[in-house]
Nanobody, 124 residues
Framework: QVQLVESGGGLVQAGASLRLSCAAS????????MGWFRQAPGKEREFVTRISKYGASIYYADSVKGRFTISRDNAKKTVYLQMNSLKPEDTAVYYC?????????????????WGQGTQVTVSS
């Protein structure tokens, strides 16, 4: 069982940066791949990025590639999302998620545990 708590969201202007954190509880954090998803009002939850258990494999959605960076610190049981050059279309609730599997890495059903989300709002 893993419990996830996101933090770091906020209101920023376009072009600014934010760093989201997702702190996990439990003793087996390193056994889970971690993902970030986001959901804007009226839209489906969409994949942002994913990092494998020890960070060797990382995927990004095309919409954030080159601007966002995912990382993890297994000793601190935390995954991070550094978001640079933010755009108004990045506005959404951002969720971190955990999965022990290696398939379905870009869709919500591939993840077993979810945080409560943190709001990111980017003004133009």
């Amino acid at each position: 069982q893993v419990q996830l708590v996101e933090s770091g969201g906020g209101l920023v202007q376009a072009g600014a940066s934010l760093r989201l954190s997702c702190a996990a509880s439990g003793r087996t954090f390193s056994q889970y791949a971690m993902g970030w998803f986001r959901q804007a009002p009226g839209k489906e939850r969409e994949f942002v990025t994913r990092i494998s258990k020890y960070g060797a494999s990382i995927y990004y959605a095309d919409s954030v590639k080159g601007r966002f960076t995912i990382s993890r610190d297994n000793a601190k049981k935390t995954v991070y999302l550094q978001m640079n050059s933010l755009k108004p279309e990045d506005t959404a609730v951002y969720y971190c998620a955990a999965t022990p599997r290696v398939v379905d890495v870009t869709i919500p059903k591939g993840y077993d545990y979810w945080g409560q989300g943190t709001q990111v709002t980017v003004s133009s």
